[in-house]
């Protein structure tokens, strides 16, 4: 494994955070502001997102679907499925991935998380993430976005799941010509460890297990063929810059 803190030279993170310790709960205007963007009837997923301007967009499951597939989920008595949803309108395209685990004897009873990349002016075959809107998803009915977590006040715990996002190479180390370079998408297992008592959050992806060049999420963009057949992020680690839990429930970087 190669370390580095980060991958090439760009990897796509769209990771959600917030945890508050209770005993220190910030005034309303500090506290980051939960909203509900999921709805799920059983057969019918709808994400929706409040952009910066205040509009609302939203894709479904019926309408928007561009990839969808059955997947495993730790909750006992659930079914998981990943959506990739794809919607292109006058004003723009809208991008968002979906992962959903729910209770088939109760529908209600679901958990989903993903992501949502927003493209201004922008239509598929050609979309560019640097001109994208990027926001996270955790939602569900059992989540109570007015009654943040409790927290430990001390110890650690060690988290495990699937991560990816795009890196970029130029083939051989040098740039072509034609200034040729290869983007590309991967997937690997991400590590993070939580330390209750000073507030930090570590992690790394690639460090349990090799970083694996596929399709996933970015098809839409990508294409479906594969631009790296040697697999060059493999033997990589990205090392996720150490994060500190603030008061108000905001991450903040640590250097």
Request: a negative charge.
């Amino acid at each position: 494994m190669k370390p580095v803190s980060v991958l090439l030279v760009a990897a796509l993170a769209l990771t959600a955070a917030g945890c508050v310790d209770r005993t220190a709960v910030p005034p309303d205007d500090r506290r980051i502001g939960l909203e509900r963007n999921s709805e799920f009837d059983g057969a019918t997923l709808r994400f929706f997102v409040k952009l910066e301007d205040d509009t609302e967009v939203s894709v479904n499951s019926d309408d928007d679907l561009y990839d969808s597939a059955e997947e495993i989920t730790p909750m006992p008595g659930h079914r998981a499925r990943s959506h990739v949803f794809l919607r292109d309108r006058t004003d723009g395209t809208s991008l968002a991935y979906g992962l959903l685990s729910w209770d088939p004897a109760n529908p209600s009873d679901y958990l989903v998380f993903g992501w949502w990349a927003e493209f201004p002016g922008q239509h598929p075959p050609v979309l560019s993430l640097r001109e994208s809107l990027q926001y996270a998803i955790v939602d569900g009915p059992e989540i109570d976005h007015g009654h943040p977590p409790e927290l430990p006040v001390g110890g650690t715990a060690r988290y495990a799941g699937q991560a990816g996002g795009l890196y970029s190479y130029v083939p051989g180390g040098h740039t072509g010509e034609n200034g040729d370079y290869v983007i590309e998408e991967y997937e690997g297992t991400l590590t993070l460890t939580a330390d209750f008592g000073d507030r930090t959050v570590r992690g790394c992806i690639g460090c349990a297990g090799d970083l694996v060049t596929r399709r996933a999420h970015f098809g839409a963009i990508l294409g479906p063929e594969l631009g790296d057949a040697r697999d060059t992020a493999r033997d990589y680690e990205p090392r996720l810059a150490t994060s500190i839990v603030r008061e108000d429930g905001r991450p903040s970087r640590r250097s």
